[in-house]
C-alpha cells in the first residue's frame, strides 16, 4: 500500500492526532536533524489530509446551503 493510499484512508480525527503527536514530537526536540526532516513531511502530508477534509466539509455545508428550503 502506498503513502497515498494510507493517507487517503485516514479520517479528519486519525490525522489530525498524528499531526498533534508529530508537532509535540518536532517542538519538543531531541531528534536527529534526518528525524526532523521525515516528521516534517510527515506532517505536511497530514496537514494535506485535514485541509482536504475540512475542503469537502465546507463544500457540502456550500452545497446544503444553496438548496432550496422545502
Given amino acids: 500500500m502506498t503513502e497515498t493510499t494510507k493517507n487517503e484512508q485516514l479520517s479528519y ?3 489530525r492526532a498524528e499531526l498533534a503527536s508529530v508537532v ?3 517542538e519538543a526536540g531531541g531528534s536527529s536533524l534526518e528525524e526532523s526532516l ?3 513531511e510527515r506532517g ?3 496537514a494535506g489530509v485535514c485541509q482536504r477534509w475540512l475542503d ?3 463544500a457540502r ?5 444553496q438548496r ?3
Fill in 38 to 40: 521525515a516528521l516534517w
Fill in 13 to 15: 480525527e486519525q490525522a
Fill in 24 to 26: 509535540e514530537r518536532l
Fill in 56 to 58: 469537502g466539509a465546507r
Fill in 44 to 46: 505536511e502530508q497530514l
Fill in 61 to 65: 455545508i456550500d452545497a446544503a446551503r
Fill in 68 to 70: 432550496p428550503e422545502e
